[in-house]
């Protein structure tokens, strides 16, 4: 952790550099990892983290995993590299809204490491889920589908069935689209 909610908060909107090292993290993470994609992201990482005080251990972590993304493991290092930008974005935007994507992020995470069979990642994963349901579940009906699907994961996962562990993983991505709280409205 390099960064901690009130205490690193800033009252302004995420300045635009911020913005668009998040487009550029997206368009890896959303696709196919091209040369030209990883020149796109590493000049919107060095613009941003030039303009801003970046924490030392994000400007670390964001280094290492834009290096991995020409890896054996483009998907793995392109959804850190959101991951990083995502926490950056927490100074400038709402938990909440953090939160639910981080979800997201881990969700898809889960199903990344599920296939690779990996039951080490996969409990961490499914760790890092329940930790972030605890901040965003409600009394909602979509709630309860997320809240059965974690329990099936943490099941599995205790058992070291990377398989059964990773089948809510696409439930659980896109059911957390549909839980909403204070706060937040659809599409926000």
């Known amino acids: 952790m390099s960064l901690a909610v009130p205490t690193d908060a800033r009252q302004a909107p995420p300045p635009a550099r911020l913005t668009?090292?998040?487009?550029?993290?997206?368009?890896v993470r959303d696709g196919e990892v091209t040369d030209a994609?990883?020149?796109v992201v590493r000049g919107a990482w060095t613009a941003y983290r030039d303009s801003d005080a970046v924490p030392e251990l994000s400007a670390r972590q964001m280094t290492r995993d834009?290096?991995?993304l020409g890896s054996s493991d483009p998907e793995g290092a392109?959804?850190?590299v959101m991951?990083?930008?995502t926490a950056l974005r927490l100074r400038y935007e709402p938990v909440r809204t953090v939160d639910l994507e981080r979800f997201s992020m881990w969700a898809r995470q889960l199903g990344i490491d599920a296939a690779a069979g990996d039951a080490g990642a996969v409990a961490g994963d499914v760790t890092s889920l329940e930790l972030a349901?605890?901040?965003?579940?409600d009394d909602s009906t979509a709630s309860a589908a997320v809240t059965a699907d974690l329990h099936a994961a943490r099941d599995a996962a205790d058992r070291e069935d990377t398989a059964a562990a990773g089948r809510p993983a696409p439930r659980l991505g896109a059911a957390i689209a549909?839980?909403?709280g204070p706060g937040i409205l659809p599409g926000e």
């Open 66 to 68: 834009l290096d991995a």
């Open 37 to 39: 994609d990883v020149r």
């Open 20 to 27: 668009a090292l998040d487009r550029a993290a997206r368009a």
């Open 133 to 137: 349901w605890e901040r965003l579940r």
């Open 83 to 85: 991951q990083n930008t």
């Open 178 to 180: 549909k839980v909403q």
């Open 78 to 80: 392109a959804l850190r």
